[in-house]
């Protein structure tokens, strides 16, 4: 499936040929998964898992926040300028692909934003902290502003612009007179 | 089409004039079709039982549109039409950019919060239509982020990334955050959300440029 979607896009790939890349029969590849998206989702939440910890591991070395922050996001355009099509598939696609695509979207998406709260500067989380009951917000508007940003370089193909996006990206977020 | 009124309850059609006129007869199906898919979800939203809502026959239905989709696009671009000029008023009557940002947000949250069967619509049952509704929600975002880079240029910039890059960064934001409260059919929380929403915008490269 990995091959097919890098080649292809999800859309691109059909049963038949993905299980003849495995070889192995359709009957075979039915007994594994009901249908192609259910392949493709068990690919999407290993792509998942694999990014999440590279972000993590960034994240972990030393350094300021907005250095650690900014090694995070690296990781992540590192991760899709590597694999641009797995990238889109995982980005783009898979919100469109039935039954529950976007439910799938909406999971990964509060999970990165709760791992985010832990790397944002204090001025964000402000407002949040005099009304503890709710998750705060301003993960959601951050991560949902990064991936926007990244999604449109991947649409237009423009992978060569990704890295440049790192050091944008964070000024986006940290104020540029307030590293902490 | 008034997208603004309160509720979309129709007129019901013996308090209509026999015979109606075009523009009553498009009026009416754009309502239906907002009404019964933020309640069925669109796919189980027939021709003929919005025609129904209207009070129309399915006849009726297909000498104004052409087809389902026809419909319920028109719709989504009445729509969005609407939500532009309302934040784009909001914004242009405040007295700076800072405020008119605040204003416009406070525009775009409070009308999905008094009309949540429109943010269904919005959010949630578009990706029904393919691909015509990818089309439109990228151009749709699109729209919104030249209106934020018009209002970042205005602002005395001060060093920080792109303007072009910040808005599209904030309307991302903004997006997502509205979706998931969707998502999650929490949708008449949004209002309340605004202060918080504005204050992660300026924390960060909006305040650079504002």
Redesign the interface.
């Known amino acids: 499936m990995a091959e097919l979607v890098a080649q292809r896009g999800y859309g691109g790939v059909t049963i038949n040929e993905l299980a003849r890349r495995a070889r192995i029969s359709t009957k075979t590849f039915y007994g594994l998964f009901p249908s192609k998206a259910e392949c493709f989702f068990a690919l999407y939440d290993e792509v998942v898992e694999r990014v999440l910890a590279t972000l993590v591991q960034a994240w972990g070395g030393g350094g300021d926040q907005r250095g650690r922050f900014e090694r995070a996001v690296d990781a992540f355009l590192s991760f899709c300028e590597a694999e641009p099509a797995i990238a889109r598939a995982c980005l783009i696609e898979a919100p469109t692909v039935a039954p529950d695509g976007a439910a799938r979207r909406s999971e990964t998406v509060q999970r990165v934003a709760r791992l985010a709260a832990h790397a944002l500067p204090a001025a964000y989380l402000w407002e949040a902290r005099q009304r503890s009951a709710r998750p705060p917000i301003a993960p959601l508007v951050v991560v949902g502003g990064i991936i926007a940003v990244v999604e449109q370089r991947l649409r237009a193909a423009e992978f060569e612009k990704l890295p440049a996006l790192g050091p944008e990206l964070t000024a986006a977020v940290f104020l540029v007179a307030q590293d902490l | 089409m008034e997208w603004d009124r309160p509720n979309l309850a129709l007129v019901p059609r013996d308090q209509l004039p026999r015979e109606m006129d075009d523009q009553t007869r498009r009026e009416r199906l754009l309502a239906a079709m907002v009404e019964v898919v933020a309640e069925r979800g669109y796919a189980n939203s027939s021709v003929p039982r919005v025609a129904e809502r209207a009070g129309m026959s399915t006849r009726s239905f297909y000498r104004v549109f052409e087809n389902r989709p026809d419909c319920f696009l028109a719709a989504y671009d009445e729509i969005v039409e609407h939500l532009v000029s309302l934040i784009a008023r909001a914004y242009g009557a405040a007295g700076d950019p800072e405020t008119g940002l605040s204003r416009a947000l406070a525009a775009f949250l409070g009308y999905f919060g008094e009309r949540p069967e429109i943010a269904r619509v919005c959010f949630?049952e578009l990706?029904a239509v393919?691909p015509a509704g990818?089309v439109r929600r990228?151009r749709t975002?699109e729209r919104v982020a030249e209106m934020v880079a018009h209002h970042l240029s205005r602002s005395s910039g001060?060093?920080?990334?792109?303007q072009r890059?910040?808005a599209?960064?904030?309307?991302?934001?903004?997006?997502?955050?509205v979706?998931?409260r969707v998502?999650a059919g929490e949708i008449e929380s949004l209002p309340r959300?605004a202060?918080?929403?504005e204050?992660?915008?300026l924390?960060?490269?909006m305040?650079?440029a504002a």
């Open positions: 949630l990706p393919q990818e990228r975002i001060g060093p920080g990334p792109p890059l910040m599209e960064f904030a309307v991302g934001g903004v997006y997502n955050i979706y998931e998502w959300l202060g918080e929403i204050q992660a915008l924390a960060g490269g305040r650079a």
